[in-house]
């Protein structure tokens, strides 16, 4: 049984291992490179080598409620979306909560990790760290990674010709900080990913012209979704997911080109993503028409060439004046702690049993936390992975054999659409919910539905048709919590509490109550119609 546990970062998803690990009795020891903990959360004014970099104004796009772990709500008067600041706070009252700093040695890089020689029989693992300058190793029964996957930038100059002659700035998004940069300024914002929209609506408040220049279009929805709901949970309930995945693609992809097309016609914007076949990241972003209708950011297709002080781009002749570029092309990663034969990173994939074992390995005493781009929050799904895995590093929960689990990893290589449901096939893609409930299945801790509406149908009824909020994958099962229930049934009070801060009364119609009247009595009528 694997007792040492060494967990590399103290991100969202290290916080999740170590505390997970202690609540199985594994002995967590945590190795985070900078000086403190909350991983990509925590903004800095410079960019720091190895960890993630926000700008100033980052917001979480997916809400408090659907984000938290799923113990530990985000206090109440925190607003729906959540600012980094407030972000790392949550993070920080986390580790405190459950006691997890005496776990953590900051300024601590991994340096490597590699397999003991007797590796076959004991599974363990060597872990040599550096330390203000000084080099340290100790032998670990297993290890957990959790070094995110945001921290390397994706910059292909080479798909940029001339950029070697412009005479203006060029930078990654990754370094962005601040828009003030962009005062008076021409702009340019490749790539039309979160960042660079998010980038672009800064930058149109202080510049002269802002382009976003964008090659395969994206649906961009706001976070202020149906009358007004956050939209992740109006989104993610298990009843929508059900209804998709028993859809043909097809009809899900229209499905959703009509519900995306609601806030606006994303045609008539430049917009609409080119290939619906398979889903793409949507863009959240609360103000981007704004802008493009006001004429403060003009969208464009891709980069035809680069010159000293201006660019052309693709299909339109006319050349663009440009003083700053901001290549917000997204990120690669890697394991440079591990050697390729234990985690090899291939077109932006790893061989990854359930995004999270190695499928070759002899033992499963490595795993790789929050490697996955799920349609919802990292945060409960690397905590969900964590909880199974401990389980895994304990022996309680075993592994199916190695062949089954290289062809699982082969299949999802090929990215072959199911032909239902919304098409998860670029790397890293996941449903949310089917995912998550897989690993709850492992550990039983999958909330039983069925049962569920004949014992508290209540609670049954806002689990299926209500958001599927984290503290649903707590009320049963190892690390239940006994708060888990009250907190799914107060959630919309949680989320309304920071929007409603007046308090006001609402005329009841008198035509809706004509309405429910004539409802109520045509259900009447099919009763009695039925029984006649
Ligand atoms: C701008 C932005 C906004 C986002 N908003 C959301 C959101 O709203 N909701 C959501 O769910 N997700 C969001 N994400 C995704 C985000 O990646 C996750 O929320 C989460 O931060 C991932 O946590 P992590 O612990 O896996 O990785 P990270 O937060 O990147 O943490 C990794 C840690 O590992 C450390 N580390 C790396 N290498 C080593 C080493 N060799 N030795 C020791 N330590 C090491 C790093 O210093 C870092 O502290 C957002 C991402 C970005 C870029
Ligand atoms: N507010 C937030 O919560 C927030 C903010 C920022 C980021 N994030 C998260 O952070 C993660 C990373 O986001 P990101 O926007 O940095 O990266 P991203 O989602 O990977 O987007 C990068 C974009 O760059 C473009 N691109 C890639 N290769 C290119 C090439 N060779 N030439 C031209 N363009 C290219 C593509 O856009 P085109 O097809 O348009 O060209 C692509 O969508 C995402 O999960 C995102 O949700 C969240």
């Known amino acids: ?34 000086d403190d903990l909350g991983g990509l959360w925590r903004f800095t004014e410079h960019v720091e080598e190895g960890r993630a970099s926000l700008y100033r104004s980052v917001v979480s796009n997916s809400c408090k409620e659907m984000s938290c772990y799923s113990d530990f709500p985000f206090p109440e008067d925190y607003p729906n979306y959540v600012p980094n600041s407030q972000f790392l706070e949550y993070l920080k009252m986390y580790a405190n909560r459950f006691n997890l700093l005496k ?56 798909s940029f010709p001339g950029i070697n002659t412009f005479k203006g700035q060029y930078f ?70 059900m209804f998709r995945n028993s859809l043909p693609t097809p009809i899900v992809n229209w499905l959703l080109a009509r519900k995306m097309n609601s806030w606006f016609h994303h045609a008539n914007y430049g917009l609409v993503p080119e290939d619906r076949t398979q889903l793409r990241e949507p863009v959240l972003n609360d103000e981007l028409p704004g802008r493009i209708i006001t004429g403060k950011v003009l969208i464009k297709p891709s980069i035809k060439e680069v010159k000293e002080n201006s660019v052309v781009f693709n299909n339109t002749p006319k050349e663009e004046p440009i003083d700053i570029i901001v290549f917000a092309t997204g990120y690669t990663f890697a394991f440079p702690f591990l050697d390729e034969s234990v985690v090899k990173v291939e077109n932006g994939q790893a061989s990854l049993y359930k995004y999270i074992f190695p499928a070759h390995l002899p033992k499963p005493t490595l795993a790789v936390i929050g490697l996955i781009k799920p349609l919802g929050s990292i945060i409960p799904t690397g905590e969900t992975q964590a909880r199974w895995v401990v389980r895994v590093l304990k022996g309680i929960n075993k592994l199916p054999p190695q062949s089954v689990m290289i062809e699982e990893v082969n299949a999802r290589k090929e990215n072959k659409p ?23 299945t492992y550990i039983n801790a999958k909330p039983n539905l069925f049962s569920m509406l004949l014992t508290d149908p209540r609670l049954g009824l806002t689990i299926f048709f209500g958001p599927s909020t984290p503290y649903q994958f707590r009320l049963t099962g190892p690390g239940k919590w006994e708060g888990a229930r009250n907190a799914i049934l107060t959630q919309w009070d949680r989320t309304f509490k920071v929007t409603k801060t007046r308090s006001v009364q609402e005329s009841p119609s008198p035509f809706a109550s004509l309405l429910k009247l004539l409802g109520l009595l045509a259900l009447l009528m099919a009763i009695f119609l039925i029984f006649l």
């Not at 199911?418 to 709850?440: N, P, R, V």
Request: hydrophobic share 40%; proline share 3%; net charge negative.
């Open 1 to 34: 049984m694997a007792k040492r546990v060494a967990i590399v970062g103290a991100g969202v998803s290290g916080l999740a291992s170590i505390k997970c690990c202690l609540e199985e009795g594994l002995e967590p020891t945590c190795f985070e490179r900078s």
């Open 418 to 440: 199911s032909g239902f449901g919304l098409c998860y096939c670029k790397a890293l893609q996941a449903d949310y919910i089917t995912y998550i409930d897989e690993l709850l």
């Open 103 to 158: 776990h953590i040695q900051f300024k601590t890089k991994v340096c490597s990790v590699t397999k003991c020689p007797d590796f076959t029989v004991t599974g363990q693992w060597e872990v040599v760290t550096q330390h203000e300058g000084k080099q340290g190793s100790a032998i670990f029964d297993a290890v957990m990674v959790c070094t995110g996957f945001l921290t390397d930038p994706y910059l292909p100059l080479d």
């Open 172 to 241: 990654h998004s990754r370094q962005y900080k601040y828009p003030n940069i962009f005062k008076d300024k021409r702009v340019l914002v490749i790539g039309m990913g979160n960042s660079g929209t998010d980038i672009a609506v800064e930058a149109s408040h202080l510049a002269e012209k802002v382009f976003l220049s964008t090659t395969g279009g994206a649906w961009v929805i706001s976070r202020v979704f149906d009358s007004g709901y956050p939209w992740d949970m109006v989104f993610t309930t298990r009843f929508q997911n």
